[in-house]
């Protein structure tokens, strides 16, 4: 079956755009995750949502990000006023809980570059 | 502050011999242990995980080591070939809700070299 699907792959914008990224997770995956990867870094944490429950935010690194899921399918990961500072690959994950398994399953990323 | 740290950034081993891959996590909290591996251009991909209530793991030349009292973990690829060469990322997850689905806890990664 399909995977974790992103687009688009590359975004390359200038400071105080806005931009949109796009995440279709694994077919009948209850909870989707967004991650960015600064460079050098590890992954950070951004965005979940769980099923119907309100998302958890606690890693947005401010009010300029912003995502939504519809559906329970699709999420679309919003940064407005783009700053050089959010040039990061952004990788999205869905994962269905199984007994004691959290494995989660990643798209391949959106490198955003802010000039 | 980092909650899960690989403080070593990079490792090249010898085709055929032992890698060693480690990580130290400073939240007691944290119950499972996963080690993605990702190529470039590519997400990273689930390799091998652990829960707190083992010791060890072991899925073909894939073995992770967990030392909860030193909270440290480790990865053993034996033997190790050139397709094993990417970057490893150790993760841990910190489940606060019945669902059992929650982020994970990344560390920088490892990018293991396997020279032929």
């Known amino acids: 079956g399909a995977g974790v699907s992103q687009s688009p792959s590359n975004k390359v914008t200038e400071k105080g755009k806005d931009v949109e990224l796009r995440c279709d997770p694994i077919s009948g995956h209850t909870a989707l995750y967004w991650y960015r990867q600064s460079l050098g870094q590890g992954l950070e944490f951004l965005i979940y949502?769980?099923?119907?429950?309100?998302?958890?935010k606690s890693g947005l690194p401010s009010d300029r990000f912003s995502a939504e899921r519809t559906g329970g399918s699709v999420s679309t990961l919003t940064i407005q006023r783009t700053q050089q500072e959010d040039s990061a690959v952004y990788l999205c994950a869905s994962s269905l809980y199984k007994g004691s398994s959290y494995e989660q399953y990643f798209g391949p990323g959106t490198r955003l570059t802010v000039t | 502050d980092q909650q899960v740290k690989q403080n070593s950034p990079s490792l090249s081993v010898q085709e055929g011999r032992i890698s060693i891959l480690n990580c130290d996590y400073t939240n007691s909290m944290f119950d499972y242990f996963l080690w993605y591996k990702k190529y470039p251009a590519e997400g990273p991909t689930f390799l091998i995980s652990i829960s707190s209530i083992k010791d060890k793991n072991e899925d073909g030349r894939f073995t992770v080591f967990l030392n909860k009292s030193a909270k440290h973990l480790s990865l053993h690829i034996v033997p190790s070939q050139p397709g094993d060469s990417a970057v490893y990322f150790c993760a841990a997850s910190d489940p606060y809700l019945d669902s059992g689905n929650t982020p994970l806890v990344f560390g920088k990664g490892t990018r293991l070299s396997v020279i032929a």
């Open positions: 949502f769980q099923g119907n429950s309100a998302p958890d």
